[in-house]
């Protein structure tokens, strides 16, 4: 009797904790390996904490003290036990219940992951895996059950064990492989999360007044960092810790120079808008942003360590490889060519640069923009070539002059409709833009109020647009006269050129 309730409930109770340890153990790798900041028991456990009710994050911390988020963790670990030991009951009868059961779950860790600050899509990977995971073991252990009726010398029961055991012992390895992998970036993030900016020495002018047209669905001027493009090479973001990080000089110079974090952070930082654009950008495309920079010239760098007379290249090298050509005179020049360290008001996020990155105006961003900086090699360009080089990109990359059109898009009401968008060409400045309905005359635009000649500037047209099927147009001219080409290139190898074209539909 007590055998057959053995069998009934505690074999599949125990295939239940262990697929799920199994499944979740899994997923804490693949948190550790793509996604440091999405383990699935970190997420629900702070998902958990941000929804508690006040009296109950008062009684947690009356109750359990600073071992609060210890409790806290143990808790949903006891939750999971249960739920997991349940699925494999169910499973053992009601398999589709069962797998209801572990989705929903999963479904649960997924929005706990996804609805993180800063979250992407990446972080809902290790909570699938997860429910994938178990699933499938949970399926595959149970057809490992022993048979009801042993006979004498009947194995199955120590092999079902053995297995469960097995299966769960994985589990655990592959979740101590993924907290070690991610106690890096945690460490980083936290502190990154507790370092105070410093003032500014140099404050940036505020944005003038007339910079942002109220214009619905146009781009904002300032780029916030949660919707700002990332491009890298990076598959895991690096982790710099910035205790730990220097910056060195060398090359053809007099002097090489040594900087470490505590030195660039006492030197009189200043702020500053750039925008910057990638060189994969196609024509109407949104690789490209604007942010408020706070960082350290790098010509007061460059003059400390004297480059020698040859030297017409600046080869910057991020910790993970990555190198961009900067011709020496954008890096000398009294452009913004800034050290940064801010971005909006906030520490670089992690990863678009922490702890520090490169910024030049007028520069693409693959000649220019290294993140995670940790050397720059004064050098020649006859004689080193940036990442992108060696892949049949042009060695040096500057800006192209573009414009954007960001509404209206598909379908308008006949009469008055505004047009708008964003235009850019950074350390030049834009002068003009001009709106061609159905490819008739150039009409000229107004213009926002520029914040400076480093960032992108809005437009607004008003179009008395007729029923029917329409082509809009945009061009810029330069402030030094440059007037937007109509001839189409691609992206590469040094940047896309054309008018960015909408089609649109005008109806009664
Ligand atoms: N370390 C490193 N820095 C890098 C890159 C990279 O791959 N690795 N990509 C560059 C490219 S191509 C661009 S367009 C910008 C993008 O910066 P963002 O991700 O902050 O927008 O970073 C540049 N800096
Ligand atoms: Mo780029």
């Not at 349940?86 to 779950?105: D, E, Y």
């Not at 060519?337 to 490169?358: K, S, T, W, Y």
């Not at 329409?470 to 061009?475: A, E, G």
């Amino acid at each position: 009797m007590a055998d057959r309730r053995t069998r009934a409930w505690l074999f599949p109770a125990i295939a239940g904790v262990a697929a799920v340890a199994f499944g979740l153990g899994v997923a804490e790798l693949v948190a550790g390996l793509l996604a440091p900041r999405a383990s699935p028991l970190l997420v629900v456990g702070a998902l958990l904490i941000d929804l508690a009710p006040p009296w109950a994050k008062d009684a947690a911390i009356a109750l359990f003290g600073t071992a609060d988020k210890v409790a806290l963790l143990v808790g949903i670990g006891l939750v999971l036990l249960v739920l997991a030991a349940a699925a494999g009951v169910l499973q053992s009868r009601n398999p589709l219940l069962a797998r209801l059961l572990i989705a929903a779950g999963g479904v649960f860790g997924i929005v706990a992951a996804v609805t993180r600050a800063g979250a992407s899509v990446v972080d809902a990977v290790p909570a699938t895996v997860a429910t994938v995971a178990a699933t499938l073991v949970l399926t595959a252990l149970l057809g490992q059950l022993p048979a009801p009726q042993p006979r004498e010398g009947d194995l199955s029961r120590r092999r079902f064990l053995t297995w469960a055991g097995g299966v769960g012992a994985v589990g655990a390895l592959a979740a101590i492989g993924g907290y070690a992998l991610a106690s890096g970036a945690r460490v980083v993030t936290a502190v990154r999360e507790t370092f105070a900016l410093p003032q500014p020495e140099v404050a940036a002018a505020p944005v003038p007044a007339g910079a942002e047209l109220d214009v619905d669905g146009l781009t904002p001027v300032i780029t916030p960092n949660a919707d700002f493009y990332r491009i890298d090479t990076a598959l895991q973001v690096p982790n710099l810790d910035p205790a730990q990080w220097s910056l060195r000089i060398h090359g053809l110079v007099e002097n090489e120079v040594e900087l470490t974090w505590d030195e660039l952070i006492a030197l009189p930082l200043e702020e500053s808008y750039t925008t910057l654009m990638c060189v994969s950008n196609p024509v109407g495309g949104d690789l490209v942003g604007t942010a408020l920079w706070l960082g350290y010239p790098i010509r007061e760098l460059l003059a400390r360590a004297k480059p020698t007379s040859g030297a017409d290249m600046v080869l910057s090298v991020s910790s993970d490889g990555f190198t961009a050509s900067s011709p020496i005179e954008a890096l000398t020049d009294d452009r913004n060519a800034i050290l940064a360290v801010g971005m909006n008001g906030e520490p670089l996020p992690l990863e678009h640069g922490f702890p520090v990155r490169m910024v030049v105006p007028g520069l693409y961003g693959y000649v220019s923009a290294t993140k995670w900086v940790t050397e720059l090699k004064v050098t020649r360009f006859d004689e080193a070539r940036g990442y992108w080089t060696d892949r049949g990109w042009s060695a040096r990359g500057p800006v192209k002059i573009s414009s954007r059109i960001d509404v209206p898009r598909g379908q308008v009401a006949v009469g008055e409709v505004v047009v708008a968008g964003v235009a850019w060409h950074q350390h030049t400045g834009i002068a003009a833009v001009e709106v061609s309905v159905d490819d008739g005359p150039w009409r000229d635009a107004e213009l926002a109020s520029a914040i400076s000649d480093d960032t992108w500037v809005q437009w607004r047209y008003v179009w008395d647009a007729a029923p029917g099927d329409h082509v809009l147009k945009v061009r810029a001219t330069s402030a030094d006269g440059e007037v937007q080409t109509a001839d189409l290139a691609g992206v590469a190898p040094d940047g896309a050129t054309g008018h960015h074209t909408v089609s649109v539909s005008v109806v009664e």
